[in-house]
């Protein structure tokens, strides 16, 4: 339970961190919600480090459901996501070349959004996207990865054929800085 208090506490005062700043910048025009980058840090775990991601369920933007456990066996890019967040705007188009030009060896992709409403991440998936992407408007998706919490937006993980987190890039993304990540995963034995 502590832990769990913990960890809630580090979020809560991250997304804090989310609403002021010199370097804050507006979200979709709106002048009492604001956007601050992620650290722009990228992990790369060695395999006797790597940790169990935990179980993630749930519905799917377009009315479907997907689970985390469910992908064990293959490499697994998580995305986190909002459609108010400049940043994941920017790298979307990117998630999805990597995605299509990586699925057919053993890789799948998840997104995750969070604090958005509805619509938004539905019309946002609809032209951005072809994988699916778990619907958590509340943010408690991102709680449960209490070892990496993905503390801003975007924020992706790469989690190893066994299940375990192998790779945190808290920044947006390229073809060019995802590939070699994601090849380095699947390269793996």
């Not at 995305?79 to 188009?93: D, M, V």
């Not at 999805?96 to 053993?106: H, I, N, Q």
């Not at 994988?131 to 943010?139: K, W």
Request: charged fraction near 20%.
């Amino acid at each position: 339970m502590r832990r769990y208090l913990l960890v809630l506490a580090a979020v809560v005062v991250a997304l804090a961190g989310c609403t002021t700043g010199h370097d804050a910048v507006t979200k979709t025009g709106s002048t009492d919600s604001r956007y601050v980058a992620a650290d722009g840090k990228t992990v790369v775990y060695p395999p006797a480090q790597r940790k169990d991601a935990p179980a993630v369920t749930g519905s799917t933007v377009d009315g479907g459901s997907a689970d985390l456990a469910s992908l064990k066996g293959s490499v697994v890019v998580m995305n986190f996501w909002a459609a108010w967040c400049p940043p994941c705007r920017l790298e979307s188009t990117d998630l999805e070349s990597v995605y299509k030009s990586t699925k057919d060896s053993g890789v799948a992709f998840l997104g995750v959004n969070t604090r958005d409403e509805e619509d938004s991440a539905k019309s946002f998936e609809d032209t951005r996207m072809t994988y699916p992407s778990l619907f958590d408007p509340t943010g408690r998706i991102a709680l449960r990865f209490s070892d990496v919490p993905p503390t801003a937006l975007p924020c992706t993980l790469i989690i190893d054929r066994s299940g375990k987190i192998a790779v945190v890039i808290r920044n947006g993304v390229t073809v060019a800085s995802l590939t070699p990540l994601v090849q380095q995963i699947v390269a793996e034995t």
